[in-house]
DNA sequence: GAGTGGTCTAGACCACGGA
DNA sequence: CCGTGGTCTAGACCACTCA
């Protein structure tokens, strides 16, 4: 297993501190000459090490050494910036684009839509020292919240939504898996298809316990440690 | 990129109800002919249905059908077997080994324990309608929980600590993060080294804030979706 | 013992990124 | 325009599973 050794002599590189964060990784092509291999196997060991979430990709550009995950914790409705902030961190938002349109068939499942139902959706993508981790896709009832997309969108909507429509967020249900960072969201992300991801969902209740938003988010599955604190039952 | 169709076809095939969960796909020489293709194109379109959650490995013994996520709510201090039978499935525990040993790095960061600390050490694999899913690792504090290991322990851990040593959970700690199955972990669970996994960490707390017991939790990524639902602050 | 998956070789062409 | 990563070919050998 000759493959499994290359990973380890790049995680050995990468832990003696000789390889750092967002540092671009040579060549395939030269790695595997250096490693007395073709690039298939190489790319079986970088692949494996993508996987570990020790290195990323960004398509058609190279291999990158994974800076430390971001700590995100559901149960705060802390903003991204603000959980960035906390921990140090340079972030970003972009908004790629903010509409109204048809529930799609995601909006009235997270919403629970009679079908047909206009809602506003939002995608921006986040970004952590200028590498895209995440795509948030951002869906709202336009009737609670008229006017919405006239707002600054790279705030935070949790934010935008209480201090402008009085819609407090009281309870969150979520939901945590793993996929792929395929088609536009993988572009949208500089990532290849077939990028592993982590995917949130979200849906926000107010104290009444009706819904005001949904929110699904596409990581790169590096960029983030889910971490949280809680009472049981 | 003919490897997305390929995964494409075979998607197709799955939500077709052609292929049911746990059902063996055809051996990958005769998928690659039958794609007209090679066994290094079909192995990435596999690959990519893995990663997506939609088959698994089995190693040496083929790909199969992914059957659903059993879902899983960290707030809730339910055990496996509870889990399963909630949601219908058939769960079965097996005991690798479980020991007194000195405290391993992971077990003195979790357990918040000085060095050379002795602490019990529990193995697990639990499997879903005889998959195994989870390998669970168990680290108790020897000196609270006396004879621990003449239990069964086959059943709930949780529970155990409850009824035997009336040590109450009250609060818990945890993280999520994704990486693979390597080694003796993958070995276990039947997997193929390199196989994406999500890793969950748990600590427990009592009423007094001291720690009880820590846990690591190697699922296989497609077999569990975390679900929870909890109020904001 | 046949067939399978795990691993590896030694090439190739193309489209895109970056200079 | 060069070099890169993305994709693909057509084989090969071995160790393991399973009948």
Same mark, same amino acid.
């Given at each position: 297993m000759q493959y499994v050794k290359i990973k380890d002599a790049i995680v050995e590189q990468i832990e003696a501190g000789m390889l750092s964060p967002r540092q671009k990784l040579p060549a395939e092509r030269k790695l595997a000459e250096s490693f007395d291999t073709t690039r298939v196997t190489l790319r079986e060991a970088l692949s494996l090490l993508e996987a570990e979430g020790r290195i990323y990709r960004e398509d058609r550009r190279g291999w990158f050494i994974s800076p430390l995950p971001l700590r995100y914790d559901? *149960?705060?409705? @802390?903003s991204f910036l603000d959980m960035a902030q906390m921990q140090n961190r340079l972030a970003k938002t972009e908004v790629l684009n903010a509409s109204t349109c048809l529930a799609d068939k995601q909006a009235t499942r997270l919403l629970a839509l009679p079908a047909f139902s206009d809602v506003f959706c939002i995608n921006r993508v986040r970004y952590l020292e200028d590498r895209p981790v995440v795509l948030v896709t951002n869906y709202v009832q336009s009737k609670l919240t008229? +006017?919405? @997309?006239?707002? +600054? @969108?790279?705030?935070?909507l949790n934010q935008l939504l209480c201090n402008q429509? *009085? @819609?407090?967020?009281?309870q969150v249900r979520y939901r945590i898996a793993t996929s792929t960072l395929l088609g536009s969201i993988a572009q949208a992300l500089r990532a290849t298809s077939g990028t592993p991801a982590m995917v949130i969902e979200r849906v926000h209740f107010d104290s009444t316990g009706s819904i005001i938003d949904a929110a699904i988010e596409y990581w790169r599955h590096d960029a983030i440690s889910i971490e949280s604190c809680l009472e049981l039952k």
């Open positions: 559901p *149960g705060q409705a @802390l008229p +006017d919405l @997309l006239a707002h +600054d @969108l790279t705030q935070s429509y *009085g @819609l407090k967020q009281k």
